[in-house]
């Protein structure tokens, strides 16, 4: 606030509003703001290419990716490996359950996103807050890596030859880990939404490996089966 200038002093638990200050919260000021949030990447100039453009992803696009993955799963007329299991007493039911994923709750994903974080900091809050949150019946990893894709490219962080999100082998080792992690660390809720805990430095790790070549020894030392085993023994399916 301070450095927009909407701030003049800022004490313990005080502060004094500037004239531009008073101006913003009036709707009358100069500083890059929408919807009246800060526009912080304006503001602080920051030189590395960063998440900031939603306009192409949109709460009902997020939805739909997951919904697709739905489809084809259930399409008998696609021969098709993907898996999407929906808890619904009532086959009927279970498009209505897969749609059901709050506006709210997506749109403020979007919204509070950190925006002056680096790329694969707000990339591992993205996939870490989808998954954690368990925002859709099944495929939250997918739905999250496909739309950040999208958001990949929307913001140029990436271009369409690169090799998002990794191999198989890659991405299919960071999802088991991260459901590892997921499951031993405490529920993520809206009230911790950005925390860093050990599932968002797992993502970290994997994006600074996918979008900056930095070496990530846990794709190397475990191999996908010892990973569905490890998985499965702390869930306590196994012995």
């Not at 809050?125 to 950040?148: E, K």
Request: glycine share 6%.
């Amino acid at each position: 606030m301070t450095k927009a200038g909407l701030l003049s002093r800022v004490g313990n638990e005080s502060y004094t509003v500037s004239v531009e200050g008073r101006a913003f919260l009036e709707d009358e000021s100069r500083v890059p703001h929408r919807d009246g949030y800060l526009s912080l990447s304006d503001i602080l100039e920051l030189l590395d290419k960063r998440i900031s453009d939603f306009t192409g992803v949109t709460q009902e696009y997020i939805k739909q990716r997951n919904y697709d993955y739905y489809e084809v799963a259930r399409d008998p007329y696609r021969d098709s490996e993907q898996e999407y299991s929906v808890n619904a007493r009532d086959p009927r039911q279970e498009r209505r359950k897969v749609l059901s994923a709050r506006k709210w709750k997506l749109d403020r994903l979007m919204r509070e996103l950190p925006r002056t974080e680096p790329a694969a900091s707000q990339c591992a809050h993205w996939v870490t807050s989808i998954a954690g949150l368990h925002l859709f019946p099944d495929a939250n990893h997918r739905t999250a890596m496909v739309t950040l894709y999208a958001l990949a490219l929307d913001n140029e962080i990436i271009g369409e030859d690169h090799r998002w999100p990794g191999t198989q082998t890659e991405i299919g080792k960071a999802v088991l880990l991260s459901k590892y992690h997921r499951y031993l660390a405490p529920r993520l809720n809206f009230d911790r939404l950005w925390r860093r805990d050990t599932l968002y430095w797992h993502w970290y790790q994997y994006f600074e490996y996918l979008l900056h070549d930095v070496d990530y020894p846990s794709l190397n030392n475990h191999s996908e089966g010892k990973l569905r085993r490890k998985l499965r023994k702390v869930r306590g399916k196994d012995g």
